[in-house]
């Protein structure tokens, strides 16, 4: 068996040792939260949430990146150690290639003692041995920051919801097969009695192609739909600030008729380029984009933006607020 294969899986010593230093995805949220209020010296309430839920959010976001940098960091450093300490020549049958390689580090060591290797030599049997272990840890960790990204959005906005004190349920589904929807505000059994006094919030950290499994998810008719996303603010990823394009827009607010949630800079970020996109099309005396999108389709989405394309500010203070008075 390869190194890799050794290191990675659902049986490779990587996922032991992220088990003993990673926390999970809601502990992290825990992490973040505590870290955020340890820096501003209080413990936020529901005053300090209402009217900054954005910045909040965003500061959430950042904490847990340097949490998760950190511990990322303990695990690099801690692969070896750990299969020395508590795998080899005592239950290392599944890992024989890197027992291979942890014995003849102990065999360079031994050397070193009695000064039989040089330099040189000494430095290329370490790089050896230990990079090809160092870059699958390496690639393994960026994979799984990837999966574990998509649960970061949910995460934190269930802590803002909690100090602000709305009623949610997170993954809920109807009717067995059906669809699980990540929050119904304020629960999903008052879908049956006003669904129009319901809100489906979907979460999409980033905007790929998944975002059309997020607005092509089903549930009542009547239900106000909504996509969260983090997106566009570079908090993610230094590249998702390009990611909603106007096209993108169209196809979320107007062709699904669902409401856009994100960062107040990101809204303003978008109305800007729709506003550039109209001035383009007029420049040049076209009707008709490279993207499809004519000039009648950039007008209705200057119209509809500020109506389908909220701040998590606005979600919470106006949004919510509006439904919760319904139902009080």
């Not at 950290?205 to 089903?218: C, Q, V, Y």
């Not at 990101?266 to 993207?291: F, H, P, Q, R």
């Amino acid at each position: 068996m390869a190194i890799k294969d050794e290191i990675q899986g659902p049986n490779g010593y990587l996922k032991k040792v992220r088990e003993e230093t990673m926390p999970n995805t809601k502990e992290m949220a825990d992490l973040a939260l505590e870290k955020y209020q340890g820096e501003i010296g209080k413990i936020l309430v529901k005053d300090d949430v209402m009217g900054c839920a954005d910045e909040i959010l965003r500061e959430l976001f950042i904490a847990e990146t340097e949490i998760f940098s950190e511990k990322n960091s303990e695990i690099m450093q801690n692969v070896l150690p750990y299969y020395y300490d508590n795998i080899y020549e005592k239950k290392d049958e599944k890992y024989a290639e890197t027992s291979i390689q942890i014995k003849r580090l102990l065999e360079i060591y031994n050397m070193c003692k009695n000064e039989t290797i040089t330099t040189d030599v000494f430095i290329k049997e370490i790089s050896d041995i230990t990079v090809p272990i160092i870059d699958t840890v390496s690639f393994s960790q960026k994979q799984s920051a990837k999966c574990r990204v998509g649960e970061t959005l949910q995460n934190h906005l269930s802590k803002i919801f909690d100090i602000c004190e709305i009623p949610y349920e997170t993954q809920q589904q109807r009717v067995e097969g059906g669809t699980i929807m990540d929050f119904i505000i304020p629960s999903s059994d008052d879908i049956n009695k006003a669904p129009d006094q319901v809100i489906n919030i979907e979460c999409q950290t980033t905007l790929k192609d998944r975002f059309r499994l997020t607005t092509g998810k089903s549930t009542d008719g009547k239900v106000k739909r909504y996509l969260a996303t983090i997106t566009g603010a570079g908090i993610v990823t230094a590249r998702d600030t390009k990611d909603l394009t106007a096209g993108k827009v169209k196809e979320i607010i107007q062709d699904n008729n669902v409401t856009l949630v994100v960062l107040e800079s990101v809204k303003a970020n978008i109305k800007s380029m729709l506003e550039e996109t109209k001035l383009k099309y007029e420049d040049k005396k076209t009707t008709v984009g490279k993207d499809g999108l004519t000039v009648d389709d950039i007008n209705r989405l200057i119209e509809l933006s500020d109506k389908k394309i909220v701040s998590f500010n606005e979600l919470i203070t106006k949004d919510i607020k509006s439904i919760m008075v319904y139902w009080q």
